[in-house]
């Protein structure tokens, strides 16, 4: 079990770089919101689901940004954890923790039964009938990621760059094989709007973007984190917005007015929208193998190991019983913590419910994130000579303004969703222990990583500007795409 060299605490092996950076927080991000929730809302706001979704953007960038100086100050796992125990206090810090860890297991929860759906719809497509029920392919999905988690961190930094590459590629080759049933009159109508109607669905559509940060969970598993968080914090949201806009492109394109409203309760969204269509075959085929295998396993694979992180660092620190802490003497993984949630994961699976799990996990995104961003203005008091590789603009201004925002978007969860958030709260806060003294990062640092040699910083910047061109790339190209949609259907 490897060691710090300041203090006895089990920590974790660093073996992620920029690539894997980014694909956990993207994967995170591209699953059950954009395939579910996110497509449902397409449902109530038509064409205007595009405004929305620009909307979320703009709410996700700054919090990326001052994730990205906290990242890139504290590369140690546990993330908004930390940021709040050193910011704010340790209560605060408690409550963040609390909330990430249910917000992730909700997340991969509800992508397990995401994957069932568009399984099931798969083996629909292809003439073969699925012999058992939605839940048990969910929790044997899961059961499948418990055991990648388990392995270790090489592995599934490798599989996620799988999984996402093949999403990506799946969706190109979609989007083209459904070019002509695209049908851009189908902009210029679509339900009414209300801005009474409009706010909740700007926050559901903005759960597409939430985990955006998921790699500062992580990042005592990240190599040379001070650069590579903020990088992959700069990307995050924009890539995150590229995707989710060039889907809800296609579905807005190909979906007749008058068939939004199935869309709006639809458990697989895009497989309604094609049956609207009257879109078959290969089509189908080629969808549900992306969103299942692709889209969902890359959710799966990120939201199963990131929370498990901030219960082995709230354990290490004294708040959660030390059990919760050991570290796999072989795979230098947080094993007790990975298992333990992984049965409260197949718990919420039981209830089969995406739109009860979506709706708890909204609350505690929101909390959490509410609480980082002011744990970023706390720590610019508490710790002004606390080295930053990059230092957000304008936090006066930015943090209060975003904290209004989410605030806001809170005010328009379901009473249900709020009320067991709360409940949740209230349970961690008994349980957790917040008064003890720190045993591990957030107390006593130990040494930050070393820089890297002038050779790797060469490597490092070309692979950021690969990433930096291609997702320039592609938000220019899903803008241009709406912009024409909106022009031709005019016309």
């Given at each position: 079990?490897?060691?710090?060299?300041?203090?006895?605490?089990?920590?974790?092996?660093?073996?992620?770089?920029?690539?894997?950076?980014?694909?956990?927080?993207v994967?995170?991000?591209i699953g059950v919101?954009?395939?579910?929730?996110?497509?449902?809302?397409?449902?109530?706001?038509?064409p205007?689901?595009?405004?929305a979704?620009?909307?979320?953007?703009?709410i996700?960038?700054?919090?990326?940004?001052?994730?990205?100086?906290?990242?890139?100050?504290?590369?140690?796992?546990?993330?908004?954890?930390?940021?709040?125990?050193?910011?704010?206090?340790?209560?605060f810090?408690?409550?963040?923790?609390?909330?990430?860890?249910?917000?992730?297991?909700s997340?991969?929860?509800?992508?397990a039964?995401?994957?069932?759906?568009?399984?099931?719809?798969?083996?629909?497509?292809?003439?073969?009938?699925?012999p058992?029920g939605?839940?048990?392919?969910?929790?044997?999905?899961?059961?499948?990621?418990?055991?990648?988690?388990?392995?270790g961190v090489?592995?599934?930094?490798?599989?996620?760059?799988?999984?996402?590459?093949?999403?990506?590629?799946v969706?190109?080759v979609?989007?083209?094989?459904?070019?002509?049933?695209?049908q851009?009159?189908?902009?210029?109508?679509?339900?009414?709007?209300?801005?009474?109607?409009?706010?909740?669905?700007?926050?559901?559509v903005?759960?597409?973007?939430a985990?955006?940060?998921?790699?500062?969970?992580?990042?005592?598993?990240?190599?040379?984190p001070?650069?590579?968080?903020?990088?992959a914090?700069?990307?995050?949201?924009?890539l995150?917005?590229?995707?989710?806009?060039?889907?809800?492109?296609?579905?807005?394109?190909?979906?007749?007015?008058?068939?939004?409203?199935?869309?709006?309760?639809?458990?697989?969204?895009?497989?309604?929208?094609?049956?609207?269509?009257g879109?078959?075959?290969?089509?189908?085929?080629?969808?549900?193998?992306?969103?299942?295998?692709?889209g969902?396993?890359?959710?799966?694979?990120?939201?199963?190991?990131a929370?498990?992180?901030?219960?082995?660092?709230?354990?290490?620190?004294?708040?959660?019983?030390?059990a919760?802490?050991?570290v796999?003497?072989k795979?230098?993984?947080?094993?007790?913590?990975?298992?333990?949630?992984?049965?409260?994961?197949?718990?919420?699976?039981?209830?089969?419910?995406?739109?009860?799990?979506?709706?708890?996990?909204?609350f505690?995104?929101?909390?959490?994130?509410?609480?980082?961003i002011?744990?970023?203005?706390?720590?610019?008091?508490?710790?002004?000579?606390?080295?930053?590789?990059?230092?957000?603009?304008?936090?006066?201004?930015?943090?209060?303004?975003?904290?209004?925002?989410y605030l806001?978007?809170?005010?328009?969860?379901?009473?249900s969703?709020?009320?067991m958030g709360?409940?949740?709260?209230?349970?961690?806060?008994?349980?957790?222990?917040?008064?003890?003294?720190s045993?591990?990062?957030?107390?006593?640092?130990?040494?930050?990583?070393?820089?890297?040699s002038?050779?790797?910083k060469?490597?490092?910047d070309?692979?950021?500007?690969?990433?930096?061109?291609?997702?320039?790339?592609?938000?220019?190209?899903?803008?241009?795409?709406?912009?024409?949609?909106?022009?031709?259907?005019?016309?």
């Amino acid at each position: 079990m490897k060691k710090s060299r300041e203090t006895s605490a089990p920590s974790l092996k660093r073996c992620f770089g920029l690539w894997e950076t980014i694909t956990i927080n993207v994967g995170t991000v591209i699953g059950v919101g954009l395939f579910t929730l996110g497509a449902n809302v397409v449902g109530l706001l038509g064409p205007w689901v595009f405004l929305a979704t620009l909307l979320a953007l703009g709410i996700s960038i700054y919090p990326s940004l001052l994730y990205a100086e906290m990242g890139g100050a504290l590369p140690y796992a546990g993330g908004t954890y930390q940021y709040a125990s050193l910011g704010l206090g340790r209560p605060f810090g408690v409550l963040a923790g609390w909330n990430f860890i249910i917000s992730m297991v909700s997340v991969a929860s509800g992508e397990a039964l995401a994957f069932a759906f568009y399984l099931r719809t798969l083996f629909q497509a292809l003439g073969i009938p699925l012999p058992i029920g939605d839940r048990a392919v969910a929790c044997l999905g899961l059961a499948g990621f418990l055991l990648l988690a388990l392995r270790g961190v090489e592995w599934s930094g490798r599989l996620q760059n799988g999984f996402l590459f093949f999403f990506w590629g799946v969706a190109l080759v979609w989007v083209c094989s459904m070019a002509p049933r695209l049908q851009f009159s189908y902009f210029a109508a679509g339900p009414g709007v209300t801005p009474q109607g409009f706010l909740p669905c700007v926050a559901l559509v903005w759960w597409c973007f939430a985990g955006f940060e998921t790699c500062c969970a992580m990042g005592e598993e990240i190599k040379h984190p001070q650069i590579n968080l903020p990088r992959a914090l700069f990307l995050a949201p924009f890539l995150v917005f590229a995707v989710n806009g060039l889907f809800q492109w296609v579905l807005v394109c190909i979906v007749p007015p008058e068939g939004l409203p199935a869309l709006a309760g639809a458990a697989a969204p895009y497989a309604k929208g094609m049956e609207l269509a009257g879109v078959a075959g290969f089509p189908l085929i080629l969808l549900c193998l992306g969103i299942a295998f692709g889209g969902d396993f890359s959710t799966l694979n990120a939201s199963v190991s990131a929370p498990a992180r901030y219960l082995f660092t709230m354990a290490r620190d004294g708040v959660l019983p030390a059990a919760f802490a050991k570290v796999h003497p072989k795979y230098h993984t947080p094993y007790v913590s990975i298992l333990a949630l992984g049965a409260l994961m197949l718990l919420l699976v039981s209830t089969g419910s995406i739109d009860h799990i979506a709706s708890l996990s909204l609350f505690a995104t929101l909390l959490y994130y509410v609480i980082g961003i002011a744990a970023a203005l706390g720590l610019r008091r508490r710790r002004p000579d606390l080295p930053r590789p990059y230092r957000a603009p304008l936090i006066r201004l930015g943090a209060p303004v975003s904290i209004a925002v989410y605030l806001l978007m809170m005010t328009q969860l379901e009473p249900s969703g709020a009320a067991m958030g709360a409940a949740w709260c209230v349970l961690g806060l008994a349980v957790c222990r917040p008064g003890r003294r720190s045993a591990g990062p957030a107390g006593s640092f130990p040494p930050p990583p070393l820089p890297p040699s002038l050779d790797e910083k060469a490597a490092m910047d070309r692979e950021y500007r690969f990433w930096r061109a291609a997702v320039g790339i592609a938000v220019a190209l899903v803008l241009a795409l709406y912009a024409v949609a909106f022009l031709l259907s005019k016309g």
